[in-house]
């Protein structure tokens, strides 16, 4: 008895039984404070008060009605890609290439605002523009699906690569054939005003598309066959083939939804957000999202809460930069670290730690609790 | 065939930046993990390696010693990096955080805190953040006397280059001797392709990974300080060096996770990125040269997983989280 006791290591690990909602969600909030408590030091460190930091930040995106225009604006694409990734990673199929399907999606959406606009009236138009983005998100992500379906390939890997192609491709675009006339000025036309999503409540109307969107993500995920199915794969894909489904075909059409709605992101955005198609048009989010998406547990609403965070900090942090000269990069830094404070904290909802000396409190407990 | 050479010289010097991003990243995926915070990484270095160069003179004056100033650089960008991994490899060793995730949760974070010091620096030393032309030579100068590098063809082919470029091919070749030749490379191996078995064999599966993982971050945030210290001029500009991050980790497939096989890769991407300077052909838009790198590289990525050549593949274990308890 007495040799193993000293072989025990000092902490050990063990998977907690399920926590109570209440509970997780405390010491999530709980690692929101403190990763908020690390970012105002570093609001310290370049020079200025951290409380009227955060205070900047919270003014300064919801403050005025144009600021708060902005901050709606910096939450549409964040949230509508975080639910285009969700089913992807219920999946457990990495699919990083958000960025890219945002902008294939753009891309094709573009095409008819530049050559269409003046032979379709506003409705048709718009509508003709969001299937497009949708089939040009869709294909852009099913390339590296058909290759994982048929071959393993690794698709982490590839649709990170994805990305900086189509990137590349708009850039090209956007210097070449789609530059807009006089030449030199490496920028595609600002588009028809038939081509631009209506505004409302002072916002593009994407707001709406990606709240309806919400709802529809839960409800495909709970309650359809094929929000079954994925997670079925996702937990594992021998059960899936046992049970008879047809996992590559699973894997597929999952991904082509996915790109799809980010397709729909890179329309919203060019058409509403930017008026214009440029190679910056996905900016990060595609990323951004993917932790938005994470952090969520990919529960559609507590994406809202997380998207509206993060886009809060984004445009508070430019407030930050014109007001109190903090460079605006901070936003990423405090996103950061936001970020690794709430990957961390999912450990402890996990697992529990035992310490080598507590062990036989530990055991006594147990047989108390029995 | 001068105009060969010059293509092969540039090449080579825009390919250093990368060869370190994708040696230390190398390391870090032969222990399975996929860190996917390069970019991030290489920002960190990038600016905490020009600050190191810009203190150090302005602290020492005209008496700055350019060989102690690039050894500065150097140990900066490492220590910067080595801590951006330490937080990675917390995450994803200790707490089991997912590696995809995480890794791009220090991409954002990264490349904020590199933007966040170069502004900085910029706006507390006046706008400007610049190294004298005096350092900026033992910088981007070769180091070997002008007899060698007038040596017509081989002069400029093999003595031309910048002090990283020789640095950087000794770190790749360090790399591939640890990888394939030592007992400790057999080890890290074996915990890359698993880590259960490595377990049981009696490897310490997370010293492994935490060592390679945090080294190997330290040495891809090198690479950003060279990118700023060479190709970008001395200058923290506001693009800062967006891009190579992402690009060293398509190499690092491209070259199918060998460190010698980084070496000509590094070149080719190199001289991919700067082809559109120099050569210009009636059919393909020089624009598009600069997605070539990503499209060799989803070529490869797809030929190694068809033909399914075992000793060409991922790390078997790349991107997953080994948990002790629950096998």
Sequence with gaps: MHTSEHKTPLIRLAKREQMSPAAQWGIRIAAILLALVVGGLVIAISGSNPIAGYKTIVVGSLGKTSAFRQTVKNFIPLLGTALAIAPCFKMRFWNIGAEGQITAGAMCATYFALFWADQLPKVPLLLV????????????????????????????LFTLMMNYIIIGFVKYLQGGPWEKMPRGSQQ?????????????????????IVL?????????????????????????????????????????????????ISGVVGFMLASGANNTLYDGVAAGVGFTAITVAWLAQLNPFAMVGISAILAILEKGADSLQT??????????????????FMLGCEFFINYRLIFAGSGKKQENKKEVGA | MSWLIALITAAVVTGAPLLFGTVGEILSEKSGNLNLGVEGMMFMGGAVGLGAAFYYEKAVGAAASGPLAVLLAILAAFVAGALGALIYAFLTITLRANQNVTGLALAIFGTGVGQYIGELMRVKEGGFVAV?????????????????????????????????????????????????????????????????????????????????????????AVGGMVYIM??????????????????????????????????????????????????????????????????????????????????????????????????
């Design chain 1, 129 to 156: 523009m969001f299937v497009a983005g949708a089939i040009g998100g869709g294909l852009w992500a099913l390339i590296p699906a058909f290759f994982k379906a048929k071959w393993g390939t690794n698709e982490t």
């Design chain 1, 188 to 208: 595609i036309a600002q588009f028809d005003s038939n081509a631009c999503l209506p505004k409302v409540g002072g916002v593009y109307c994407g707001w709406i």
């Design chain 1, 212 to 260: 309806i969107l919400v709802f529809l993500m839960f409800w495909y995920m709970k309650y359809t066959k094929q929000g079954y199915e994925i997670a079925v794969v996702g937990e594992s894909e021998n059960t899936a083939r046992y049970a008879g489904m047809n996992v590559p075909f699973i894997i597929m059409r999952t991904m082509f939804i996915s790109g799809a």
């Design chain 1, 323 to 340: 007001e109190m000269q903090v460079p605006a990069s901070i936003s990423d830094i405090i996103t950061g670290v936001l970020l690794f």
């Design chain 2, 132 to 220: 004298s032309n005096e350092l900026k030579t033992y910088f981007q100068n070769s180091p070997f006397p002008k007899a060698l590098q007038d040596i017509p063809v081989v002069g400029g082919l093999v003595f031309s280059y910048n002090v990283f470029v020789y640095l950087g091919i000794i770190v790749a070749v360090l790399m591939g001797l640890y990888l394939n030749r030592t007992r400790s490379g057999l080890y890290l191996r074996a915990v890359g392709e698993s880590p259960a078995t490595a377990d049981a064999a009696g490897i310490n599966v997370g010293r492994y990974k935490y060592l390679s993982t945090i080294i190997g971050g330290g040495i891809s």
């Design chain 2, 230 to 327: 060479t190709t970008a001029g001395c200058v923290w500009n506001h693009e800062g060096l967006s891009g190579e991050g992402w690009l060293a980790v398509a190499l690092v497939i491209f070259c199918l996770w060998s460190p010698y096989r980084a070496l000509w890769g590094s070149v080719l991407f190199g001289g991919l990125m700067i082809l559109y300077l120099r050569l210009v052909l009636p059919f393909f838009p020089t624009q598009l040269y600069k997605i070539l790198p990503y499209v060799v590289t989803v070529i490869v990525l797809i030929l190694t997983s068809m033909r399914n050549n075992r000793e060409k593949q991922p790390p078997a274990s790349l991107g997953l989280a080994y948990f002790r308890e629950e096998r």
